[in-house]
């Protein structure tokens, strides 16, 4: 036996115990673990076996680290297999989550008991597979398809009460998982209750499988698991259990070699080690219990509306009572999406628009509070007033956080008396739904204030990500260049509305106009406009149209009109025939010849922009890792998650290749197209994005 299976005899149940800390992964040592302690029950006499985890959880599934490394039997298929076909009796309990493998070790048992907390599901296409050891071939002959097809393809997580309905578990009961096991495989024992193999059970009349594959995979808007899966459950209805454990084996395999399940799998890692950074190892946060934001705008009601839902009172100030009782509206507005959805009660709302939100429009009410974000106009001027006086009134060791999404943090903070307590909290709208964070390091920042900084994230349940200070940070530095390399193609022959159409059919959200639109056209005229004024570089590429459409006072979905026409009542828009005479009228003054763009093109032109600009913000150390700017995209800017981020498609893609195409369009555009030195260097070297993150974890 391995140490990852602890075997202890009770009268006549051999009781296995899962101990591979922190979730029980069924790495090898677990598979083996479990084969041996099945055959060692059967073999010194005992009449059942109870399964159950050790620590905070059954197992978590199979163990993810071992994916894209040679596989060391016994599989977890087998396992499952052999659990099942044992004569003797075998009981699951299950407690903490038994997710992907592990219910599939469940479902080979004959008996599920779980504790009410427990929850379970099949997460796999979640991470870019599927089920591989009997999940679409036992959970519909024991739950039937309508209910397999959801739990499989969206990888949710069942709770137990759910699970017992649904017919997964066969008991639900409080207690210690041991305990309430123990009793359980006792009664079945002392009842003569049968043996129960799922494999055995007959399978659900077969449906139409290639309707169900399309739909799935057009709701996958390209993640490819989901659709996969339904072949997986299609063979549990057409085939005999055997030929279907195999049929879904060479599924499985099928996804296992994709580009997407590498992508998957290296968001699910990224996005846990993004928080850890090695400085911090130790570092005390600042006491944080309660939360000062200036300004009630949109994004600051949405950031007193996550932190008043992370249990954080908040006050907020407003430069007239008028204002704070408008941004508590807009605080209630969010609120009233939560208490919809159930998320909290009415008793909740009420105290979170009532006891714990303070509204204030005069500074002093700032002097006790342990941190406050300013959410005020973007303007280095009206910050450094804001800050000024922030640095008067607040208490010794409070935070003093700015929510700049592009000024100088440094200089913000050269404002104050106290700069270490200075760092910037980027957070994106509307702040309440966006999980990216980015915690924006100035020179002067003391350790504690960037810990408390993550803490705070932590606490709202964003995914943090440490910035350098940088014109845009990480990710507006990289929209900033990749949105121009868009522009360039319009002005050269695309049309906005191909390029929309290229990037979302390669998988984000929208497309960059699109987005645009729904920002506000006002942001980037007023950008425009303050470039110019500050004089541009004469090799930059410059381009107007869009003045037009905003001088008449369409600024995008919010007044109706932008790249698109917005009806009311209808979603999304159509193209605005206007944008496309402007653009032919500029392309003409130009000179431009316009030409022929395919959408792998411009996928190509706009990716290479990209991570151009992010290898440079990883180069200059803006980003600490490339799974930093990784985790920002996916998180801030739609960036498909099945593609891991822009630098992990870079690998996927090849470094070499990406260069040689930067260098291809600096043959035309050498002021835009200089190739980032850490991608020379990395090309150079043999290397990928990846080494640099394996090296600075
Ligand atoms: C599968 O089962 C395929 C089979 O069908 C067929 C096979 C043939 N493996 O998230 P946390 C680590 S596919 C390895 O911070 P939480 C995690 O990286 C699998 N490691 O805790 C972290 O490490 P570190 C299907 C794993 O309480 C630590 O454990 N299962 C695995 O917030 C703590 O994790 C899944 O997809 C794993 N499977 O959440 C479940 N899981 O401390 C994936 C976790 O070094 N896991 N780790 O950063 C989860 O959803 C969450 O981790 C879980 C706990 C809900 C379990």
């Known amino acids: 036996m391995t140490d990852a299976i602890g075997y202890e005899r009770v009268g006549d149940i051999a009781v296995l115990k899962a101990q591979n800390p922190p979730v029980n992964a069924l790495g090898l040592d677990v598979r083996q673990g479990l084969v041996d302690g099945i055959e060692r029950a059967e073999s010194e006499g005992a009449k059942a076996v109870l399964i159950y985890g050790d620590g905070r959880t059954y197992f978590a599934g199979a163990d993810i680290r071992e994916f894209g490394k040679p596989p060391q039997g016994p599989f977890l298929p087998d396992v499952c297999t052999r659990i099942e076909s044992s004569p003797l009796l075998v009981i699951s309990a299950l407690h903490g989550t038994a997710l992907g493998g592990g219910l599939e070790i469940a479902l080979g048992s004959h008996y599920r008991i779980a504790v009410p907390s427990a929850r379970i599901g099949l997460p796999e296409v979640l991470i870019g597979v599927m089920p591989g050891a009997g999940g679409t071939q036992r959970l519909p002959r024991l739950i039937g398809i309508d209910a397999s097809v959801d739990v499989i393809t969206s990888g949710r997580q069942v709770g137990a009460k759910e699970a017992l309905s649904l017919g997964i578990l066969d008991r639900v009961e409080e ?262 964070l980015e915690i924006v390091v100035a020179d002067k920042t003391a350790l504690d204030v960037v810990a408390t900084g993550f803490e705070l994230g932590k606490r709202l349940k964003k995914i943090s990500v440490r910035a350098g200070v940088c014109d845009g940070f990480i990710g507006n530095r990289i929209l900033a260049t990749y949105r121009k390399a868009a522009d360039h193609m319009v002005l050269d022959g695309a049309s906005p509305y191909q390029i929309d159409k290229a990037l979302t059919d390669f998988g984000f959200a929208m497309g960059p106009f699109a987005v645009a639109d729904l920002a506000g056209l006002d942001i980037g005229w007023a950008v425009r406009k303050r470039k110019r004024a500050e004089g541009m570089d004469p090799r930059e590429r410059d381009s107007s149209y869009m003045d037009k459409i905003c001088e008449a006072g369409n600024f995008g979905q919010k007044t109706g009109k932008g790249y698109y026409v917005y009806e009311a009542g209808k979603r999304g828009g159509t193209p605005n025939p206007e944008v496309a005479e402007l653009i032919e009228a500029e392309r003409a003054e130009k000179g431009i010849t316009p030409k022929e763009f395919t959408d792998e093109e411009i996928v190509t032109r706009y990716m290479a922009a990209m991570v151009n600009e992010a290898a440079k913000v990883v180069g200059e150390g803006i980003a600490r890792r490339p799974l930093d700017v990784d985790m920002t995209l996916l998180f801030g800017y739609g960036f498909p998650r099945y593609r891991g981020g822009p630098l992990k498609w870079a690998d996927m893609q090849g470094l070499d290749t990406l260069l040689a195409n930067i260098k291809s369009y600096a043959e035309e555009d050498d002021y835009f197209w200089q190739p980032a030195p850490l991608l020379e260097q990395l090309v150079a070297e043999g290397r990928t994005f990846d080494d640099l993150n394996k090296e600075n974890s």
């Not at 099928?254 to 399940?261: F, N």
């Not at 950031?303 to 839902?309: E, G, R, S, V």
């Not at 007033?385 to 956080?401: N, Q, S």
Request: glycine letters at 10%; proline letters at 4%; hydrophobic letters at 45%.
């Open 175 to 436: 207690g210690e998982p041991r305990e309430i096991g123990l009793a359980y495989a006792q009664e079945l024992l002392d009842q003569g209750a049968p043996r129960r193999a799922i494999s055995e059970m007959p399978a659900p009349e077969s449906v139409d499988f290639d309707a169900l594959y399309d739909s799935v995979l057009k709701k996958g808007r390209g993640l490819l698991a989901p659709a996969v899966a339904i072949r997986g459950i299609q063979a549990c209805c057409e085939l005999p259990f055997d030929e279907g454990m195999k049929r879904e084996r060479e599924l499985f395999m099928e996804l296992m070699s994709t580009d997407q399940r590498q992508g998957m799998i290296h968001a699910f890692f990224s996005e846990r080690a993004v928080s850890k950074l090695p400085e911090l190892k130790g570092v005390e946060p600042r006491a944080l219990n309660s939360l000062g934001v200036i300004g009630g705008g949109t994004m600051g009601a949405g950031i007193a509306t996550a932190a008043l839902l992370a249990g954080l009172p908040v006050v907020m100030l407003e430069m007239t009572a008028e204002a704070a009782e408008a941004a508590k509206g807009r605080i209630a507005g969010n609120l009233q999406g939560a208490l919809k959805r159930g998320k909290i009660s009415q008793e909740k709302f009420d105290h979170l628009t009532g006891e714990a939100l303070t509204l204030a429009t005069d500074y002093d009410a700032l002097s006790d509070v342990d941190l406050v974000i300013e959410a005020v106009f973007e303007e280095m001027g009206v910050k450094k007033e804001v800050f000024g006086k922030l640095d008067a009134v607040c208490k010794k060791g409070a935070i003093l956080a700015s929510n700049t999404s592009y000024l100088d943090v440094n200089e913000i903070a050269a404002s104050t008396s106290r700069p270490e307590d200075v760092i910037g909290l980027h957070f994106f709208s509307p702040a309440h739904v966006m999980k990216l």
